[in-house]
């Protein structure tokens, strides 16, 4: 089985459609009524009608993402804010959105994939041009991307690549491996070659900022400010005219520019000015300081639905978001054990008055981890709103109107973090109450322990309930296709009967689980480890371990087994052999005792902290044992999911884990985020970004009409 358990720290980046301040309504609403009528003096900016008439422009102002939100640097290798305009405005990478929002070849011409989807052959036009005319070439991609994976950029976002899919990219990032034992090869000129970890379809992560190519030369002359105007080489339609960190950055057309034949690649605005976005951009918008403005805040959002003139400017689209009640996965005995109860509860939750009434109307009801669109979206068959069949079902599980049921817990984001955190949780919490005498207690959490209940396993003190949960997507991935549903299963032991929660419990909260402590030794005892009749107790664990789950192993699936067993990859069998050397040849009682816990910790079970666990052999040998049929299923497609290669195979699993998510009551979508956002009359091609980060996105399509 897959170690679950383990995450890369700040693999996620999290963000809320309305989680800054907003101004005192009073005050917006007087100082929107003020511009609105100073917007409109006379025939020159209204029409018959009183509408504000087109005005072709040659030059833009676009905010960048949410509020707040600033670009201090355009290195693609970080996450922040510039991967808004890097991916695709000011660099263009072997795949890119088109104006539709879908994937499309950019740099590339074509591509090959090996047939167990490995090995990844990328063919490249031969017309692109840098910004000084020189082309852009297999060379320039390496490059990149091997500076971002290079040792000595530590703290570059290596998992915001295509690289964190590379084979020993992530080793080489830490030092262990050379430069030519990373899978990426410049096979010519216009020709590259990427092998893979594991199967993975890794088109979405050409489209990624941190997949750009770099123009080595620029970037050598002058490491920390090769992306300033005066250094700056580009590839992508427009390049960096002015620059003030934080502050207002300008782009102008490269002229260099070549796009790739037969699609759109570049509007016909000259000058694109980005800013950071504003605390008022409806204001802003009014008084024409900004071309589009993200709408942000319920009261803007009101303002601007009760003037007819704003409202034929407001644009909206649905994000890549579903907030959902998630099973918070304590390890205390309660209720929610019974699936009649968590259907129950699922379907007591009426969604309507919570996206009109507490949202405003800034989003979409929906009862699927999708929403219309959304390839998945018909595939799934959610629990039906119906409180006649909730009354009945609890009932059914011994808890006739909610007698007998203890507080249960809901846990939100604090109100500085999410303004709607707390109303919504809220919303069911009136709703529970009233429909089947269910009560619940409030807990907001700041966001780091937010994040460790949403998307982690198994924590401290976390009480029997619900956390109101939902993420975006950092990328177009098939991996993403579940909208987090499948964060329920991503976790050892967050699943299945309180015993089996329990035990798992165990690799998430001690330092070490206490089971393997007792079988294997204590690698906190200095002595530990130091002695052959300590290693002889690993060593005899550790085959056992591997014996039994290379036999598990064949009696999988065999779709399943290629995803667990992987040509050319390190067995348990061969890591074991290399501690087991490790060991043998050190020499004094320290290094015996460190080559011993390095091995330990490869058997047996440990504490990430921060709601991780890293499961050993024994974990794994122990969940294959216990876990429950439909859990394993769940586990298996989900380490599928992320090897398909067929658009159609990854929309098959993904529906088969948000239906056991949904039928098992384990998430309870309730709404979909929408972006709406106002822009200039005339103004065309602005597209919302669905995706991390959220505001305005790939501004090289806008075009004045």
Known sequence: MPRLGHRRPCRRKVRSKMKRRRPPLLIAIASLSLLLAACHPGKSDSGANGQIKSSPQSEITIGVGQTGNAISTLDPSQWGAQILIDQGTVMEGLYGYGTDGKLVPKIATHYKTSKDGRVWTFYLRKDAKWSNGKPVTANDFYYSWMRTASPKNANDALWASVMTYVNNAWTYHAGGVGEKEVGVKVVNDYEIRLTLTSPHNILGAMAISGSMPLYGPSVDASPDKWFMPENFVGNGPYVVKSFVPNGKITLEKN??????????????????????????????????????????????????????????????????????????????ASPLDDIKVRQAVGMAINRKPIVENVLNGLGGVTSTFGFPGWPTNDMQHPLPEDLNKAKSLLAEAGYPGGKGIPTLYLYCRTAADDPTGIPVAEAIQQELKEGLGIQTKIVPQPSTIYGNITWGGINPDVHPGYVIGGGTPNWNDFTSLPIQANQQILFHGTQGTIEYRKHAANYYLPKYDPNDVAQLGNPDDKKAGTTQADWDRLDKAAKGYIAYLDEWTKQQPEDYQKVLVIPGAATNADQWDNYTKAWKDAKKPADKHDAWVAAWKFVGNWSAGNGGANVGLSGQAWDNKHMSQDWHDAVMWNAELNAAIDQNKANELTANIDNYVLNNGYGVPLYYAKTFYLSQPGLTGIQANPWSWGGLFQLQYATWK
């Open 255 to 332: 002229l260099k520019y070549v796009g790739a034949p037969g699609q759109t690649n570049v509007g016909n605005i000259k000058t694109i000015n980005v800013i950071p976005t504003p605390n008022v951009p409806v204001p802003d918008f009014l008084a024409k300081k900004l071309s589009a403005a993200v709408i942000q805040q319920p009261a803007d959002y009101k303002y601007v639905m009760t003037h007819p003139d704003l409202k034929a400017l407001l644009h909206s689209q649905a994000d890549n978001i579903v907030t959902y009640l998630e099973w918070d996965k304590s390890v205390e």
